[in-house]
C-alpha cells in the first residue's frame, strides 16, 4: 500500500491544501483508515477503492474522524491517479453520494480535475445557532455583508456561510476551537465557510475546521461547492456562471478553487483546481 502527499488547488506543494491518498485501500477498515489520517496529519486522506472502469468507492477521513466528503481530496486524488494512468472521466462513490470526476494533465505535466458535486440544497440558520456562531466568531451583524445573507448550504456537507463586509473582517479569525468544535458537533456542519466578496465574480474564503482538528483550512472544495450552490439559489450570480475562491492566503498556503455553476437549480455544482506532489 502506498501513502501519497498531494497539495490541492494549487500547482506549487508549497500552497494549497496538503491531503493523503491512497489509490489502493482495498485491504484496509474503516479503523485502519482512520489510524492511516491520524498517522498522515493532514485535515483529509481519501482512501480509493478500485471498482473497474474508472469507478471507485471512496471514503475520507480527517485524523479524527470520517467525513462524508472532501473536495481537496478528491481533487488530490483525481490528478495522482491521471498521473499515473492517464487523464480521463472517473466516478467516486462517496459516502455523501456519487460524484463525477474529470481530469487533465498539461503539457508542463500539471495535473487539474473537475468534480461536480452531488446536487445542493440551502437552509436558514436557526438565529440562536447563528447568534452563538457569531458570538465563537467574535462577529458582529454590523460586519455581515447585507448582500449575502447567513445561511446552510450543502454539496455534500453542511456548512454555515457568513459573508464578511470587509476584507480585513475575514482576515481577523480568532476563535475558540472548542467552542466552536462544540456547536459544529451538535449542528453536524463540517466547516464553517466566512467569505468575502472582491468582485462580481472573485471571492476570498476561510474555512474553521475544528471536527477536524484544524483552525483554518487552507482550500475546501465542498464548501466552495456549497457555496456555489447558495449563489445560485439566492440569485447572486446569473447561470451559468464562473467564480474564483481565493483560500489559504492568509495562512501562507495560497490556494485557488474555480467555481462553476450551472442554470439547473438542481444540478451538481463543479470545482476545479491543479494537484501537486508534495
Do not use: K
Not at 21 to 31: E, K, N, Q, R, W
Not at 54 to 74: K, M, Q, W
Not at 139 to 144: G, P, Q, T
Not at 209 to 225: K, N, R, S, Y
Amino acid at each position: 500500500m502506498e501513502i501519497l502527499r498531494y497539495a490541492a488547488f494549487s500547482a506549487d506543494p508549497a500552497g494549497g491544501n496538503p491531503a493523503g491518498v491512497v489509490l489502493d485501500a482495498s485491504t484496509l477498515d474503516g479503523a485502519a483508515m482512520l489510524a492511516i489520517a491520524a498517522d498522515v496529519g493532514y485535515s483529509e486522506t481519501a482512501f480509493l477503492v478500485p471498482r473497474g472502469g474508472g469507478r471507485f468507492t471512496v471514503r475520507y477521513f480527517s485524523p479524527l474522524a470520517e467525513v462524508d466528503f472532501c473536495g481537496h481530496a478528491t481533487i488530490a486524488s483525481a490528478a495522482a491517479y491521471a498521473e499515473r494512468h492517464g487523464a480521463g472521466p472517473l466516478t467516486f462513490d462517496t459516502n455523501a453520494g456519487t460524484v463525477e470526476v474529470s481530469t487533465a494533465v498539461a503539457a508542463d505535466g500539471t495535473a487539474t480535475a473537475t468534480l461536480t458535486s452531488v446536487a445542493p440544497r440551502t437552509a436558514p440558520i436557526v438565529e440562536s445557532d447563528l447568534a452563538e456562531l457569531m458570538d465563537v466568531l467574535g462577529w458582529s451583524a454590523a460586519e455581515l455583508d447585507p448582500a449575502l445573507p447567513p445561511r446552510l448550504a450543502y454539496a455534500g456537507n453542511w456548512h454555515p456561510i457568513l459573508a464578511a463586509a470587509t476584507r480585513q473582517r475575514l482576515s481577523d479569525l480568532d476563535y475558540d476551537m472548542a467552542v466552536l468544535g462544540e456547536l459544529m458537533a451538535r449542528r453536524a456542519w463540517t466547516t464553517v465557510d466566512l467569505v468575502w466578496r472582491e468582485s462580481a465574480d472573485v471571492f476570498h474564503a476561510r474555512n474553521p475546521f475544528p471536527p477536524g482538528g484544524v483552525v483554518d483550512d487552507p482550500a475546501t472544495g465542498a464548501a466552495a461547492a456549497a457555496f456555489g450552490g447558495y449563489l445560485r439559489e439566492l440569485g447572486a450570480v446569473t447561470p451559468p456562471a464562473a467564480i474564483t475562491v481565493h483560500q489559504g492566503v492568509d495562512m501562507g498556503r495560497p490556494s485557488l478553487l474555480t467555481v462553476g455553476i450551472g442554470p439547473d437549480p438542481v444540478g451538481g455544482i463543479a470545482v476545479s483546481g491543479a494537484a501537486v506532489a508534495m
